[in-house]
Nanobody, 125 residues
Framework: QVQLVESGGGLVQAGGSLRLSCAAS????????MGWFRQAPGNEREFVAA????????SYADSVKGRFAISRDNAKSTVYLQMNSLAPEDTAVYYC??????????????????WGQGTQVTVSS
């Protein structure tokens, strides 16, 4: 079992930055692939970024490539999403997710086994 708690969301102006954190509890984190997803009002949840257990493999949605960076600290059981150059279209609830096992490439995109409650990110124009 993995429990996930996101933090770091908030209101930011366009062009600004935020760093989301996801604290995980449970032994499974040490061998889990981690991801970030988001869901805007009226839209389906979409993939944002993911990282392998070792951190050696990452994947990003085209819409965030070059602006967002995912990282993890396995000693702290925490995964991060650094978001730069934020735009109003980045406004959404951001969810942290965990997938049992170590994956890379296309498999980083899911499916995922555990989900956090989400944290709101609002970007004003």
């Amino acid at each position: 079992q993995v429990q996930l708690v996101e933090s770091g969301g908030g209101l930011v102006q366009a062009g600004g930055s935020l760093r989301l954190s996801c604290a995980a509890s449970g032994r499974a984190f040490s061998t889990a692939t981690m991801g970030w997803f988001r869901q805007a009002p009226g839209n389906e949840r979409e993939f944002v970024a993911a990282i392998s257990w070792s951190g050696g493999s990452t994947s990003y949605a085209d819409s965030v490539k070059g602006r967002f960076a995912i990282s993890r600290d396995n000693a702290k059981s925490t995964v991060y999403l650094q978001m730069n150059s934020l735009a109003p279209e980045d406004t959404a609830v951001y969810y942290c997710a965990a997938r049992r096992g170590d994956y890379s490439g296309r498999s980083l995109r899911g499916p995922y086994d555990y989900w956090g409650q989400g944290t709101q990110v609002t970007v004003s124009s």
